[in-house]
């Protein structure tokens, strides 16, 4: 029973204090252990036993009924559809850029929205016209996507963050905006977070953004980044400065949870 205590009381301190909810899967399996302890407790009602073993059950139960009741508020709140844990309502009143034209890597644009969202934060997509924009996954053509705002009615200032989806064919289009251009520009001046992933990193090297910087990109990139003057390195993950960056579809989850965390902590420091 002390283990079970224990976490319960931990899992309080999380829900009620911080704001910052981390529930892992072992949440679940605990739940099941007492749930079953629960069954045993209701059984063991009419049975002759001693009062102090009746009372040791009773706090069971008690336990039981929180631990239940805090797990499924957990369940319900804090797990991705990839069943990670994540942090919930810490972004709260951020506001964060989706940079994409036609041709977009589907997953490198939906995930990190639906992870910047659950976290509690507003994600607007910008493109350079109104209307929805052509979704790909690899070489076949996905879902569209509503794009929230243009190039030429929004502005850096009022975000957060930019995040830069792959895409070949989104990424080779979008380098050469000039509109597209500009708002990482003034993002990178204004020091806003910018998380790029794959071929993303197209329009960073064409904004003349990556001199001096250690990022990675997709790895036929790296050419290009060496000669806007920046160091390509092969990790999952790269943080310099204002800057985060991936290399691929397969890196979302470590890509998520960095974005998550920086925005978090920036927010924080506020």
């Known amino acids: 029973m002390h283990d079970y205590a224990h976490n319960l009381q931990a899992w309080r301190g999380s829900l009620s204090g911080s704001g910052r909810y981390t529930v892992g899967l072992q949440a679940s399996h605990e739940a099941a252990e007492i749930w079953a302890l629960a069954r045993i407790i209701d059984a063991s009602a009419s049975l002759p036993i001693s009062r102090r073993r009746r009372a040791h059950l009773l706090r069971l139960r008690i336990y039981h009924r929180r631990t239940v009741a805090f797990c499924a508020l957990a369940g319900r709140t804090l797990f991705s559809h990839q069943g990670e844990g994540l942090v919930a309502n810490t972004l709260q009143g951020c506001k964060v850029a989706v940079l994409a034209v036609d041709g977009f890597e589907q997953a490198e644009l939906v995930e990190p929205r639906r992870a910047l969202t659950e976290a509690g934060a507003t994600v607007h997509v910008i493109s350079a ?142």
């Open 129 to 270: 016209r109104a209307g929805k924009i052509q979704g790909f996954k690899h070489e076949d053509k996905g879902d569209t996507v509503d794009v929230d705002t243009t190039f030429d009615k929004a502005t850096p200032r009022d975000y957060d963050a930019v995040v830069l989806p792959g895409g070949v064919v989104n990424s080779d289009a979008i380098r050469l905006l000039p509109h597209a251009q500009a708002f990482v520009k003034a993002a990178d001046n204004a020091k806003k977070l910018i998380a790029v992933i794959c071929h993303g990193a197209w329009l960073p090297v064409s904004a003349g953004l990556l001199k001096g910087r250690t990022v990675t990109s997709w790895p036929s990139l790296q050419d290009d980044i060496r000669n806007a003057g920046g160091t390509w390195v092969d990790q999952e993950v790269v943080e310099d400065d204002n800057f985060i960056t991936s290399r691929k579809p397969d890196d979302l989850p470590s890509f998520n949870r960095t974005l998550v965390a920086r925005l978090s902590k920036q927010k924080k420091a506020e």
